[in-house]
DNA sequence: CGTTCCGGTTGATTCATGTCAAGGAAGCGA
DNA sequence: TCGCTTCCTTGACATGAATCAACCGGAACG
Protein backbone atom coordinates (compact mmCIF):
# COMPACT_ATOMS: atom_id res chain seq x y z
CA UNK A 1 0.00 0.00 0.00
CA UNK A 2 1.83 3.22 -1.01
CA UNK A 3 -1.09 5.79 -0.15
CA UNK A 4 0.11 8.25 1.87
CA UNK A 5 -3.07 8.74 4.18
CA UNK A 6 -1.77 11.99 6.38
CA UNK A 7 0.32 9.42 9.04
CA UNK A 8 2.39 12.62 9.88
CA UNK A 9 -0.30 14.22 11.76
CA UNK A 10 -0.77 12.28 15.42
CA UNK A 11 -2.36 15.53 16.16
CA UNK A 12 -5.49 14.69 13.80
CA UNK A 13 -5.26 11.01 14.45
CA UNK A 14 -7.93 8.87 15.62
CA UNK A 15 -8.17 8.79 19.78
CA UNK A 16 -10.39 6.00 20.51
CA UNK A 17 -10.27 6.80 24.05
CA UNK A 18 -12.24 10.09 23.78
CA UNK A 19 -14.93 7.99 21.52
CA UNK A 20 -18.36 8.25 22.79
CA UNK A 21 -18.59 4.61 21.85
CA UNK A 22 -15.46 3.65 23.09
CA UNK A 23 -17.04 1.13 25.68
CA UNK A 24 -19.01 -0.33 23.09
CA UNK A 25 -16.31 -0.69 20.38
CA UNK A 26 -13.74 -3.11 19.21
CA UNK A 27 -10.96 -2.13 21.29
CA UNK A 28 -13.04 -2.70 24.46
CA UNK A 29 -10.40 -3.69 26.81
CA UNK A 30 -7.14 -3.00 25.49
CA UNK A 31 -4.57 -1.34 28.11
CA UNK A 32 -3.55 2.12 27.16
CA UNK A 33 -0.15 1.03 24.74
CA UNK A 34 -2.35 -1.75 23.08
CA UNK A 35 -4.87 0.85 22.21
CA UNK A 36 -2.24 3.09 20.67
CA UNK A 37 -0.96 0.36 18.84
CA UNK A 38 -4.57 -0.05 17.57
CA UNK A 39 -5.32 3.66 17.03
CA UNK A 40 -2.34 3.76 14.59
CA UNK A 41 -3.95 1.19 12.22
CA UNK A 42 -7.28 3.24 12.44
CA UNK A 43 -7.91 5.26 9.18
CA UNK A 44 -9.62 8.58 10.25
CA UNK A 45 -13.27 8.41 10.25
CA UNK A 46 -14.73 8.32 6.48
CA UNK A 47 -17.50 10.14 5.56
CA UNK A 48 -20.89 8.78 3.76
CA UNK A 49 -23.17 10.20 1.78
CA UNK A 50 -27.16 8.77 1.71
CA UNK A 51 -27.31 6.18 -0.88
CA UNK A 52 -23.09 5.79 -0.99
CA UNK A 53 -21.28 2.38 -1.10
CA UNK A 54 -19.06 1.33 1.64
CA UNK A 55 -18.90 -2.11 -0.06
CA UNK A 56 -19.80 -2.91 -3.30
CA UNK A 57 -20.98 -6.67 -3.75
CA UNK A 58 -18.43 -8.28 -5.63
CA UNK A 59 -15.64 -5.49 -4.58
CA UNK A 60 -12.29 -6.73 -2.95
CA UNK A 61 -12.05 -7.53 0.79
CA UNK A 62 -9.50 -5.18 2.72
CA UNK A 63 -11.05 -4.13 5.54
CA UNK A 64 -13.18 -3.63 8.93
CA UNK A 65 -15.41 -1.00 9.43
CA UNK A 66 -16.73 0.25 12.57
CA UNK A 67 -19.65 2.60 12.21
CA UNK A 68 -19.22 5.80 14.25
CA UNK A 69 -22.18 7.70 13.25
CA UNK A 70 -24.83 7.18 11.15
CA UNK A 71 -26.18 3.94 9.71
CA UNK A 72 -25.90 1.55 6.59
CA UNK A 73 -27.90 -1.45 5.09
CA UNK A 74 -26.29 -4.69 3.96
CA UNK A 75 -27.53 -6.22 1.04
CA UNK A 76 -27.10 -8.94 -1.32
CA UNK A 77 -28.31 -9.24 -4.78
CA UNK A 78 -28.90 -12.06 -6.25
CA UNK A 79 -29.65 -13.48 -9.79
CA UNK A 80 -32.15 -11.61 -11.46
CA UNK A 81 -33.73 -11.18 -7.71
CA UNK A 82 -34.64 -8.33 -5.77
CA UNK A 83 -32.41 -6.99 -3.39
CA UNK A 84 -32.38 -8.50 -0.08
CA UNK A 85 -31.11 -6.56 3.00
CA UNK A 86 -29.63 -8.47 5.59
CA UNK A 87 -28.28 -6.47 7.98
CA UNK A 88 -28.82 -3.13 9.06
CA UNK A 89 -25.18 -1.22 11.16
CA UNK A 90 -25.86 1.31 13.96
CA UNK A 91 -23.00 3.31 15.42
CA UNK A 92 -20.32 1.08 17.18
CA UNK A 93 -21.36 -2.25 15.27
CA UNK A 94 -18.72 -3.75 13.25
CA UNK A 95 -19.33 -4.20 9.17
CA UNK A 96 -17.49 -6.89 7.24
CA UNK A 97 -17.13 -9.80 9.47
CA UNK A 98 -18.41 -11.42 6.67
CA UNK A 99 -15.71 -11.12 4.42
CA UNK A 100 -12.94 -12.63 6.56
CA UNK A 101 -11.08 -15.28 4.75
CA UNK A 102 -12.44 -14.07 1.63
CA UNK A 103 -10.67 -11.90 -0.84
CA UNK A 104 -14.14 -10.34 -2.35
CA UNK A 105 -17.26 -9.41 -1.02
CA UNK A 106 -20.17 -11.04 -0.08
CA UNK A 107 -22.83 -8.25 -0.12
CA UNK A 108 -23.06 -4.37 -0.73
CA UNK A 109 -23.11 -1.84 2.45
CA UNK A 110 -24.64 1.06 1.54
CA UNK A 111 -25.65 4.49 3.81
CA UNK A 112 -29.22 4.77 4.89
CA UNK A 113 -27.89 8.79 5.81
CA UNK A 114 -25.09 10.70 6.60
CA UNK A 115 -22.65 8.42 8.02
CA UNK A 116 -19.08 8.35 9.75
CA UNK A 117 -16.79 5.01 9.62
CA UNK A 118 -13.31 3.99 10.84
CA UNK A 119 -11.74 1.76 8.80
CA UNK A 120 -9.45 -1.24 10.16
CA UNK A 121 -7.41 -2.47 7.13
CA UNK A 122 -7.86 -6.29 7.93
CA UNK A 123 -3.84 -7.24 7.26
CA UNK A 124 -2.87 -4.73 9.75
CA UNK A 125 -5.45 -5.65 11.98
CA UNK A 126 -4.60 -9.53 12.13
CA UNK A 127 -0.92 -8.23 12.44
CA UNK A 128 -2.10 -6.26 15.38
CA UNK A 129 -4.56 -9.34 16.82
CA UNK A 130 -1.58 -11.60 16.92
CA UNK A 131 0.46 -9.32 20.01
CA UNK A 132 -2.75 -8.36 21.31
CA UNK A 133 -4.97 -11.53 23.10
CA UNK A 134 -7.56 -9.23 24.38
CA UNK A 135 -8.17 -7.85 20.54
CA UNK A 136 -7.77 -11.40 19.31
CA UNK A 137 -10.87 -12.07 21.90
CA UNK A 138 -12.63 -9.15 20.90
CA UNK A 139 -12.76 -10.20 17.50
CA UNK A 140 -13.88 -14.06 18.26
CA UNK A 141 -16.93 -12.33 20.40
CA UNK A 142 -17.94 -10.20 17.91
CA UNK A 143 -17.79 -12.83 14.81
CA UNK A 144 -19.72 -15.15 17.31
CA UNK A 145 -22.45 -12.60 18.58
CA UNK A 146 -22.99 -12.25 14.71
CA UNK A 147 -23.74 -15.78 14.44
CA UNK A 148 -25.88 -15.96 17.32
CA UNK A 149 -27.73 -12.46 15.99
CA UNK A 150 -28.37 -14.23 12.74
CA UNK A 151 -29.50 -17.84 14.45
CA UNK A 152 -31.88 -15.39 15.68
CA UNK A 153 -32.96 -13.89 12.59
CA UNK A 154 -33.35 -17.07 11.10
CA UNK A 155 -35.68 -18.20 13.67
CA UNK A 156 -37.52 -15.24 13.14
CA UNK A 157 -38.03 -15.37 9.49
CA UNK A 158 -38.92 -19.19 9.38
CA UNK A 159 -41.38 -19.77 12.32
CA UNK A 160 -42.92 -16.32 13.00
CA UNK A 161 -45.83 -14.02 11.77
CA UNK A 162 -45.66 -10.90 10.29
CA UNK A 163 -47.20 -8.73 13.41
CA UNK A 164 -44.39 -10.98 15.76
CA UNK A 165 -41.53 -9.94 13.02
CA UNK A 166 -42.39 -6.30 13.31
CA UNK A 167 -42.71 -6.16 16.78
CA UNK A 168 -39.20 -8.36 17.02
CA UNK A 169 -37.77 -6.06 14.73
CA UNK A 170 -38.96 -2.86 16.85
CA UNK A 171 -37.59 -4.36 19.92
CA UNK A 172 -34.03 -5.06 18.60
CA UNK A 173 -33.25 -1.24 17.32
CA UNK A 174 -35.49 -0.37 20.54
CA UNK A 175 -32.30 -2.18 22.75
CA UNK A 176 -29.74 -1.57 20.59
CA UNK A 177 -30.63 2.20 21.18
CA UNK A 178 -30.84 1.85 24.48
CA UNK A 179 -27.35 0.39 25.30
CA UNK A 180 -26.10 3.02 22.83
CA UNK A 181 -27.55 5.35 25.35
CA UNK A 182 -30.28 6.63 23.14
CA UNK A 183 -33.99 6.60 23.96
CA UNK A 184 -35.22 3.21 23.85
CA UNK A 185 -38.90 4.36 23.09
CA UNK A 186 -38.32 7.27 20.72
CA UNK A 187 -35.91 6.76 17.50
CA UNK A 188 -35.79 7.09 13.94
CA UNK A 189 -36.12 4.49 11.57
CA UNK A 190 -33.26 5.62 9.20
CA UNK A 191 -34.52 2.51 6.69
CA UNK A 192 -37.44 2.82 4.29
CA UNK A 193 -40.42 0.15 4.94
CA UNK A 194 -39.19 -1.20 1.64
CA UNK A 195 -36.03 -1.94 3.27
CA UNK A 196 -37.57 -3.19 6.87
CA UNK A 197 -40.18 -5.72 4.38
CA UNK A 198 -37.05 -7.21 2.63
CA UNK A 199 -34.91 -7.63 5.71
CA UNK A 200 -38.22 -9.49 7.59
CA UNK A 201 -39.28 -11.17 4.49
CA UNK A 202 -42.28 -9.06 4.26
CA UNK A 203 -44.12 -7.54 1.21
CA UNK A 204 -43.35 -3.53 2.44
CA UNK A 205 -47.34 -3.17 2.23
CA UNK A 206 -47.62 -6.01 4.79
CA UNK A 207 -45.17 -3.69 6.74
CA UNK A 208 -46.83 -0.43 6.25
CA UNK A 209 -50.06 -2.67 7.44
CA UNK A 210 -48.93 -4.02 10.48
CA UNK A 211 -47.24 -0.78 11.97
CA UNK A 212 -50.78 1.13 10.75
CA UNK A 213 -52.29 -1.34 12.90
CA UNK A 214 -50.46 -1.60 16.09
CA UNK A 215 -50.61 1.83 15.58
CA UNK A 216 -54.09 1.82 16.14
CA UNK A 217 -53.89 -0.74 18.92
CA UNK A 218 -51.95 1.85 20.84
CA UNK A 219 -48.72 0.35 21.26
CA UNK A 220 -46.50 2.74 19.07
CA UNK A 221 -47.12 5.29 17.47
CA UNK A 222 -45.08 6.11 13.44
CA UNK A 223 -45.15 8.93 12.39
CA UNK A 224 -43.36 8.68 9.12
CA UNK A 225 -39.88 7.15 10.46
CA UNK A 226 -40.22 8.44 13.47
CA UNK A 227 -41.27 5.31 16.06
CA UNK A 228 -42.62 6.09 19.64
CA UNK A 229 -43.22 2.71 21.49
CA UNK A 230 -45.94 3.45 24.20
CA UNK A 231 -46.72 -0.86 25.46
CA UNK A 232 -43.11 -2.30 25.40
CA UNK A 233 -44.57 -5.23 27.02
CA UNK A 234 -47.67 -5.83 24.55
CA UNK A 235 -44.78 -5.55 22.29
CA UNK A 236 -42.19 -8.28 24.07
CA UNK A 237 -45.56 -10.32 24.57
CA UNK A 238 -46.24 -10.57 21.00
CA UNK A 239 -41.99 -10.97 20.34
CA UNK A 240 -42.47 -14.27 22.34
CA UNK A 241 -45.91 -15.74 21.60
CA UNK A 242 -45.49 -19.18 21.71
CA UNK A 243 -47.48 -19.63 18.90
CA UNK A 244 -45.90 -18.64 15.66
CA UNK A 245 -46.42 -20.48 12.59
CA UNK A 246 -46.67 -24.35 11.89
CA UNK A 247 -46.40 -24.54 15.54
CA UNK A 248 -49.11 -27.30 14.86
CA UNK A 249 -48.62 -30.77 17.25
CA UNK B 1 -14.79 -49.29 17.73
CA UNK B 2 -14.35 -50.52 20.80
CA UNK B 3 -12.10 -48.15 21.85
CA UNK B 4 -11.41 -47.38 25.76
CA UNK B 5 -10.33 -43.54 25.33
CA UNK B 6 -7.13 -44.19 26.86
CA UNK B 7 -5.26 -40.85 26.79
CA UNK B 8 -2.00 -43.15 28.66
CA UNK B 9 -1.37 -44.51 24.81
CA UNK B 10 0.30 -42.05 22.42
CA UNK B 11 -0.17 -44.65 19.65
CA UNK B 12 -3.88 -44.77 20.55
CA UNK B 13 -3.74 -40.60 20.05
CA UNK B 14 -5.79 -39.35 17.65
CA UNK B 15 -3.35 -38.45 14.05
CA UNK B 16 -5.48 -35.63 12.22
CA UNK B 17 -2.82 -36.53 9.40
CA UNK B 18 -4.52 -40.00 9.18
CA UNK B 19 -7.61 -38.72 9.18
CA UNK B 20 -9.70 -39.00 5.89
CA UNK B 21 -10.95 -35.35 6.28
CA UNK B 22 -7.51 -34.10 6.98
CA UNK B 23 -8.06 -31.88 3.97
CA UNK B 24 -11.68 -30.22 5.20
CA UNK B 25 -10.69 -30.15 8.96
CA UNK B 26 -9.16 -27.31 11.06
CA UNK B 27 -6.02 -28.08 11.43
CA UNK B 28 -5.55 -28.15 7.47
CA UNK B 29 -2.35 -26.43 6.77
CA UNK B 30 -0.51 -26.59 9.59
CA UNK B 31 2.90 -27.61 9.72
CA UNK B 32 4.05 -31.38 11.11
CA UNK B 33 4.83 -30.22 14.34
CA UNK B 34 2.22 -27.39 14.68
CA UNK B 35 0.04 -30.32 13.92
CA UNK B 36 1.43 -32.31 16.88
CA UNK B 37 0.44 -29.61 19.08
CA UNK B 38 -3.00 -29.51 17.67
CA UNK B 39 -3.43 -33.17 18.17
CA UNK B 40 -2.14 -33.29 21.69
CA UNK B 41 -5.00 -31.05 22.84
CA UNK B 42 -7.66 -32.76 20.44
CA UNK B 43 -9.72 -35.64 22.67
CA UNK B 44 -10.34 -38.85 21.51
CA UNK B 45 -13.61 -39.19 19.04
CA UNK B 46 -16.31 -39.42 21.38
CA UNK B 47 -19.38 -41.49 20.14
CA UNK B 48 -23.17 -40.38 19.89
CA UNK B 49 -26.02 -42.22 19.46
CA UNK B 50 -28.99 -41.28 18.04
CA UNK B 51 -30.91 -39.00 19.69
CA UNK B 52 -28.17 -38.43 21.73
CA UNK B 53 -27.17 -34.78 22.80
CA UNK B 54 -23.53 -33.20 22.04
CA UNK B 55 -24.80 -29.82 23.54
CA UNK B 56 -27.46 -28.87 25.74
CA UNK B 57 -29.28 -25.62 25.21
CA UNK B 58 -27.89 -23.70 28.11
CA UNK B 59 -24.97 -25.81 29.39
CA UNK B 60 -21.83 -24.19 29.77
CA UNK B 61 -20.13 -23.41 26.92
CA UNK B 62 -16.34 -25.26 27.11
CA UNK B 63 -15.61 -27.01 23.44
CA UNK B 64 -15.68 -27.22 20.06
CA UNK B 65 -16.43 -29.93 18.15
CA UNK B 66 -15.88 -31.43 14.88
CA UNK B 67 -17.80 -34.09 13.00
CA UNK B 68 -15.77 -37.25 12.53
CA UNK B 69 -18.73 -39.02 11.13
CA UNK B 70 -22.93 -39.20 10.91
CA UNK B 71 -24.41 -36.11 11.38
CA UNK B 72 -25.82 -33.78 13.90
CA UNK B 73 -27.96 -30.97 14.00
CA UNK B 74 -28.69 -27.79 16.29
CA UNK B 75 -32.01 -26.71 17.32
CA UNK B 76 -32.93 -23.50 19.62
CA UNK B 77 -36.10 -24.19 22.14
CA UNK B 78 -37.77 -21.00 22.03
CA UNK B 79 -40.30 -19.97 24.82
CA UNK B 80 -43.20 -22.57 24.59
CA UNK B 81 -42.52 -22.55 20.83
CA UNK B 82 -41.91 -25.71 18.64
CA UNK B 83 -37.85 -26.33 18.79
CA UNK B 84 -36.91 -24.28 15.53
CA UNK B 85 -33.80 -26.36 13.62
CA UNK B 86 -30.59 -24.24 12.54
CA UNK B 87 -27.99 -25.56 11.48
CA UNK B 88 -27.37 -28.95 10.21
CA UNK B 89 -23.31 -30.59 11.02
CA UNK B 90 -21.72 -33.33 8.74
CA UNK B 91 -18.22 -34.74 8.77
CA UNK B 92 -15.59 -31.85 8.79
CA UNK B 93 -17.93 -29.34 10.10
CA UNK B 94 -17.43 -27.13 13.12
CA UNK B 95 -19.40 -27.07 16.09
CA UNK B 96 -20.31 -24.48 18.75
CA UNK B 97 -18.78 -21.82 16.61
CA UNK B 98 -21.49 -19.48 17.99
CA UNK B 99 -20.29 -19.94 21.29
CA UNK B 100 -17.53 -18.56 21.48
CA UNK B 101 -17.23 -15.46 23.84
CA UNK B 102 -20.61 -17.00 25.94
CA UNK B 103 -20.31 -18.57 28.75
CA UNK B 104 -23.60 -20.91 27.86
CA UNK B 105 -25.03 -22.95 25.07
CA UNK B 106 -27.58 -21.25 22.72
CA UNK B 107 -28.95 -23.88 21.42
CA UNK B 108 -28.69 -27.91 21.76
CA UNK B 109 -26.94 -30.06 19.39
CA UNK B 110 -28.30 -33.32 18.82
CA UNK B 111 -26.99 -36.80 16.88
CA UNK B 112 -29.35 -37.54 14.23
CA UNK B 113 -27.73 -41.04 14.00
CA UNK B 114 -24.22 -43.04 15.12
CA UNK B 115 -21.62 -39.95 15.59
CA UNK B 116 -18.30 -39.62 16.40
CA UNK B 117 -17.02 -36.15 17.39
CA UNK B 118 -13.73 -34.68 17.94
CA UNK B 119 -13.43 -32.19 20.93
CA UNK B 120 -11.57 -29.52 21.22
CA UNK B 121 -11.54 -27.83 24.62
CA UNK B 122 -11.46 -24.26 23.38
CA UNK B 123 -9.34 -23.03 26.08
CA UNK B 124 -6.32 -24.18 24.76
CA UNK B 125 -7.22 -24.52 21.36
CA UNK B 126 -7.21 -20.35 22.16
CA UNK B 127 -3.49 -20.68 23.61
CA UNK B 128 -2.66 -23.24 20.54
CA UNK B 129 -3.66 -20.01 18.05
CA UNK B 130 -1.62 -17.71 19.80
CA UNK B 131 1.21 -19.60 18.94
CA UNK B 132 -0.35 -20.81 15.51
CA UNK B 133 -1.27 -18.13 13.14
CA UNK B 134 -2.37 -20.47 10.42
CA UNK B 135 -4.44 -21.85 13.16
CA UNK B 136 -5.87 -18.69 13.95
CA UNK B 137 -6.44 -18.14 10.62
CA UNK B 138 -8.63 -21.28 9.98
CA UNK B 139 -10.80 -20.34 12.67
CA UNK B 140 -11.39 -16.93 11.28
CA UNK B 141 -12.08 -18.50 8.25
CA UNK B 142 -14.28 -21.12 9.61
CA UNK B 143 -16.66 -18.55 11.36
CA UNK B 144 -17.08 -16.28 8.87
CA UNK B 145 -17.67 -18.99 6.45
CA UNK B 146 -20.52 -19.79 8.88
CA UNK B 147 -21.69 -15.86 8.86
CA UNK B 148 -22.21 -16.36 5.01
CA UNK B 149 -23.93 -19.65 5.45
CA UNK B 150 -26.11 -18.21 7.68
CA UNK B 151 -26.48 -15.22 5.08
CA UNK B 152 -27.62 -17.19 2.45
CA UNK B 153 -30.05 -19.33 4.54
CA UNK B 154 -31.70 -15.88 5.94
CA UNK B 155 -31.81 -15.05 1.79
CA UNK B 156 -33.59 -18.36 1.72
CA UNK B 157 -36.06 -18.23 4.35
CA UNK B 158 -37.09 -14.69 3.33
CA UNK B 159 -37.78 -14.38 -0.58
CA UNK B 160 -37.67 -17.24 -1.78
CA UNK B 161 -40.44 -20.38 -2.18
CA UNK B 162 -41.01 -24.07 -0.53
CA UNK B 163 -40.10 -25.06 -3.54
CA UNK B 164 -37.28 -23.08 -4.02
CA UNK B 165 -36.08 -23.68 -0.10
CA UNK B 166 -36.37 -27.26 -0.82
CA UNK B 167 -34.29 -27.05 -4.22
CA UNK B 168 -31.53 -24.95 -2.63
CA UNK B 169 -31.69 -27.26 0.27
CA UNK B 170 -30.93 -30.34 -1.63
CA UNK B 171 -28.48 -28.92 -3.64
CA UNK B 172 -26.86 -27.54 -0.90
CA UNK B 173 -26.51 -30.80 0.93
CA UNK B 174 -25.44 -32.47 -2.25
CA UNK B 175 -22.15 -29.80 -2.64
CA UNK B 176 -21.53 -30.83 1.08
CA UNK B 177 -21.19 -34.37 0.00
CA UNK B 178 -19.61 -33.95 -3.12
CA UNK B 179 -16.53 -32.18 -1.69
CA UNK B 180 -16.21 -35.39 1.13
CA UNK B 181 -16.15 -37.54 -1.49
CA UNK B 182 -19.48 -38.53 -1.78
CA UNK B 183 -22.13 -39.00 -4.29
CA UNK B 184 -23.66 -35.46 -5.15
CA UNK B 185 -26.19 -37.84 -6.82
CA UNK B 186 -27.17 -39.85 -4.17
CA UNK B 187 -27.37 -39.79 -0.72
CA UNK B 188 -28.74 -40.42 2.70
CA UNK B 189 -31.26 -37.67 4.17
CA UNK B 190 -30.69 -38.44 8.21
CA UNK B 191 -32.81 -35.88 9.05
CA UNK B 192 -36.58 -36.19 9.50
CA UNK B 193 -39.33 -34.36 7.15
CA UNK B 194 -40.31 -32.47 10.33
CA UNK B 195 -36.44 -31.06 11.13
CA UNK B 196 -35.94 -30.64 7.42
CA UNK B 197 -39.16 -28.26 7.53
CA UNK B 198 -38.32 -26.41 11.06
CA UNK B 199 -35.08 -25.74 9.38
CA UNK B 200 -36.70 -24.31 5.93
CA UNK B 201 -39.09 -22.83 7.97
CA UNK B 202 -41.89 -24.85 5.78
CA UNK B 203 -44.82 -27.09 7.45
CA UNK B 204 -43.67 -30.96 7.41
CA UNK B 205 -46.65 -31.81 5.56
CA UNK B 206 -45.46 -29.14 3.17
CA UNK B 207 -41.87 -30.82 2.67
CA UNK B 208 -43.65 -34.48 1.97
CA UNK B 209 -45.94 -33.02 -0.68
CA UNK B 210 -43.27 -30.77 -2.42
CA UNK B 211 -40.42 -33.89 -2.72
CA UNK B 212 -43.56 -36.34 -3.83
CA UNK B 213 -44.15 -32.96 -6.58
CA UNK B 214 -40.65 -33.04 -7.16
CA UNK B 215 -40.74 -36.95 -7.83
CA UNK B 216 -43.40 -36.91 -10.30
CA UNK B 217 -41.65 -34.15 -12.31
CA UNK B 218 -38.73 -36.51 -12.32
CA UNK B 219 -36.18 -34.23 -11.17
CA UNK B 220 -35.69 -36.22 -7.81
CA UNK B 221 -36.78 -39.98 -6.33
CA UNK B 222 -37.10 -40.16 -2.64
CA UNK B 223 -37.48 -43.32 -0.68
CA UNK B 224 -37.80 -42.40 2.46
CA UNK B 225 -34.46 -40.82 3.49
CA UNK B 226 -32.80 -41.93 0.42
CA UNK B 227 -32.43 -38.97 -2.13
CA UNK B 228 -31.61 -39.58 -5.84
CA UNK B 229 -31.16 -36.26 -7.97
CA UNK B 230 -31.62 -36.97 -11.89
CA UNK B 231 -32.18 -33.47 -12.98
CA UNK B 232 -29.14 -31.59 -11.12
CA UNK B 233 -29.70 -28.50 -13.48
CA UNK B 234 -33.55 -28.46 -12.98
CA UNK B 235 -32.55 -27.92 -9.36
CA UNK B 236 -30.38 -25.29 -10.05
CA UNK B 237 -32.49 -23.78 -12.30
CA UNK B 238 -34.81 -23.80 -9.13
CA UNK B 239 -32.89 -22.80 -7.10
CA UNK B 240 -31.77 -19.76 -8.69
CA UNK B 241 -35.40 -18.58 -10.34
CA UNK B 242 -35.65 -14.65 -10.27
CA UNK B 243 -39.10 -14.61 -8.89
CA UNK B 244 -39.52 -15.54 -5.25
CA UNK B 245 -42.07 -13.94 -3.43
CA UNK B 246 -42.30 -9.95 -3.02
CA UNK B 247 -40.58 -9.83 -6.16
CA UNK B 248 -42.97 -7.66 -7.39
CA UNK B 249 -41.66 -4.25 -8.75
C1' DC C 1 -45.34 26.53 -10.05
C1' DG C 2 -46.40 22.58 -12.29
C1' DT C 3 -44.27 18.01 -13.08
C1' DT C 4 -42.18 14.03 -11.77
C1' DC C 5 -40.55 10.79 -8.68
C1' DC C 6 -40.27 8.37 -4.50
C1' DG C 7 -41.96 6.53 -0.39
C1' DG C 8 -45.87 5.41 1.96
C1' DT C 9 -50.85 4.03 2.68
C1' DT C 10 -54.91 1.50 1.74
C1' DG C 11 -58.22 -1.65 -0.60
C1' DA C 12 -59.51 -5.84 -3.34
C1' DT C 13 -58.23 -10.14 -4.73
C1' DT C 14 -55.45 -14.30 -5.19
C1' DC C 15 -52.56 -17.90 -3.86
C1' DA C 16 -49.16 -20.46 -1.41
C1' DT C 17 -48.79 -22.64 2.42
C1' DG C 18 -50.35 -23.70 7.08
C1' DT C 19 -53.62 -26.48 9.67
C1' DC C 20 -56.50 -30.32 10.62
C1' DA C 21 -57.44 -35.03 9.89
C1' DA C 22 -56.97 -39.73 8.57
C1' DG C 23 -54.42 -43.51 7.32
C1' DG C 24 -50.21 -46.23 5.84
C1' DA C 25 -45.46 -47.98 6.30
C1' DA C 26 -41.50 -48.99 8.78
C1' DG C 27 -38.91 -49.85 12.93
C1' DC C 28 -38.72 -51.75 17.62
C1' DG C 29 -39.44 -53.95 21.97
C1' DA C 30 -41.91 -57.68 24.16
C1' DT D 1 -45.55 -62.17 15.62
C1' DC D 2 -48.07 -58.47 17.78
C1' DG D 3 -48.75 -54.13 19.19
C1' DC D 4 -46.84 -49.62 19.74
C1' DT D 5 -44.73 -45.66 18.15
C1' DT D 6 -42.69 -42.68 15.11
C1' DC D 7 -42.40 -41.00 10.61
C1' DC D 8 -44.43 -40.09 6.41
C1' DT D 9 -48.08 -39.29 2.99
C1' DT D 10 -52.24 -37.46 1.20
C1' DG D 11 -56.60 -34.85 1.13
C1' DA D 12 -59.74 -31.00 2.40
C1' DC D 13 -59.98 -26.63 4.02
C1' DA D 14 -58.69 -22.09 6.08
C1' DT D 15 -56.00 -18.07 6.10
C1' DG D 16 -52.05 -14.90 6.26
C1' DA D 17 -49.65 -12.50 3.47
C1' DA D 18 -48.37 -11.48 -1.45
C1' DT D 19 -49.87 -9.18 -5.43
C1' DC D 20 -52.12 -5.78 -8.11
C1' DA D 21 -53.76 -1.29 -8.25
C1' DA D 22 -54.97 3.30 -7.01
C1' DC D 23 -53.95 7.21 -4.55
C1' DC D 24 -51.57 10.68 -1.43
C1' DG D 25 -47.99 13.92 0.16
C1' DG D 26 -43.54 15.71 0.10
C1' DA D 27 -39.08 16.51 -2.14
C1' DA D 28 -36.44 17.49 -6.12
C1' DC D 29 -36.24 19.82 -10.34
C1' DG D 30 -36.82 22.30 -14.43
Redesign the interface.
Known amino acids: MTLVPSRRQPANATRCERCTLHARCLPLGLELDALESFEAIVQNPRPLKRGEALVRQGGTFESLFVVRSGSLKQS?A?????D?V?HFYLPGEVVG??????TIC??SVVAMESTFVCELPFGRLEDL??QL?KL??Q???C??????N??R???L???RTADQRLASFMLGLSERFRVRGFSPYRFHLSMSRSDI????????ETVSRVLARFQQQGMVTVAGRELTIHEMEALVALA?E????????
Open positions: VQEGQRQTLDGIGEYGAEPRGLYRMSRELRDQMMCLSGGSYLGLALEGVGRHSGG
